[in-house]
């Protein structure tokens, strides 16, 4: 055996973790503060008895493209991912939407129906990324330093694909839209996109996140777990028992024992003491700041005080009694729909959204239950919408029911018949998020901003961002290097640099 560990927090970069240090012999329990485990990834009846809704996360376009999940098999533990028939939708009034479909051609023509021409500037862009896919892959979805990737990229297709991506990581997302295409409805396709992240399209770093999730579609879908997100969650853990690991819920973890400069356990609440030669945090910085107190140098915890979070985000979920009504029909397959017309409106709304709460918010939308039935009661649906704002400067409680009311007229406008269909509706907002997952500070669902200066040097720059200067303890979060999605890459590498670790 290799020793106690533990892992403090299960969610999918907590278990990735743990799962990479039990398979090295690691005796490892992972703590959870909550009563359920899966962090982010949970499932619940949050409306109405058989309406199963994904509390935090629902679509897995990284999940489904992770190296550190296909490496596991999970599909002997019950992992089943769901492809709607369309990756995502982006509805256009008084006119066809912009979709994105796993097939490349099929992206194309319905970008050229918007103008002609703007299908093929995709396939320009998106064909010789996706020739090198694995390469694309290794850069994106890998521990830090992401050095390997560009590598293949290079040797696979020489520089263009690599130079392609860095003019990305460099640029805006508006930009890159507007020197493909020729439609505003094309633009707003591809801004959306980057909507996932925080990184306004008219800045630097936005344009790579549009463009890899769009790629992401055509390699390996934006699919489900059926089921719910929890089947994921479920998946890991049981792989992880099968490996002799623990998971403990309600169990929260109050300080990180240190002596000697090497961490010896943990303090769960209400007294009990673990003892663990190796600690992965998947956690905040803020949060370990905390946790490790004074056992931390101060050049350290001050770095860590300066992690920036994202926008706060307010999330709906809805039982309905059908299917959104979308007024394009082919918005009815996509798993996921982004709703915030063409491009200046969109513009509007997101320069409106960095100081407040817009009246037309752009929104987040999933319908899973269009490819998974088991999702809600026969002949039923569901639905649920995220929408951003600032984290300070609006009193979210008090703003909370008007802007829920703005959130269900904004997707009248293009799902006539929409609140008809509301059967019942749950909402959370940031307080709410944070209080269910303490990792989603002030309700940043993605783990941090992503401003450029962080994009890559998370959480502050050290040649490893999963070291801290404690032996035995790391930060594997997605607070670090590659960042937020449900991926559990930053859990993976955080545990292979703590079994490196010379104890």
Known sequence: MSGPAVVIGSGPNGLAAAIRLAERGCDVVVLEAADEPGGAVRTEELTLPGFRHDTFSSVYPAGAASPVFSRLPLDRHGLEWVHPAVCSAHPLLGGPAALLYRDLDETAASLDALAPGDGEAWADLAGPLLAQFEGLRSTMLTGFPPLVGPLRMLAGGGPMPVVSLTRMLLGSAVGLGRRLFESPGSRAWLYSAAMHGDAPPTKAGSAVAAAYLNILGHAVGWPSPRGGAASLTWALISHLQSLGGEVRTGARVDAIRVSGGKVTGVRVA??????????????????????????????????????????????????????????????????????????????????????????????????????????????????????????????????RDRHVERVEAHVERYAPGFRDRILARHVMGPGDLQARNANLVGGDVGGGSYALRQVVFRPMPLPSPYWTPVKGLVLGSAATFPGGAVHGVPGDAAARAVLRTRL
């Open 270 to 399: 209400g007294g009990e003491e673990l003892a663990a030669q190796r600690i992965v945090a998947d956690v905040m910085p803020h949060a370990l700041d905390r946790l490790a107190g004074d056992a931390l140098p101060s050049w350290y915890r001050a770095g860590l005080r300066r992690y920036v979070y994202g926008q706060s985000t307010l999330k709906v979920d809805w039982a309905l009694d059908g299917p959104v009504p979308w007024e394009d029909e082919a918005v009815r397959g996509a798993g996921t729909v982004h709703v915030g017309g063409s491009e200046p409106e969109f513009l509007q709304t997101i320069d409106d959204t960095a100081r407040g709460l817009p009246e037309r918010p752009f929104l987040l939308m999933g319908q899973q239950s269009v490819a998974d039935p088991t999702r809600a009661p026969e002949g039923k649906h569901t639905a649920w919408a995220y929408t951003h704002g600032p984290q300070e400067g609006v009193d979210w409680v008090a703003a």
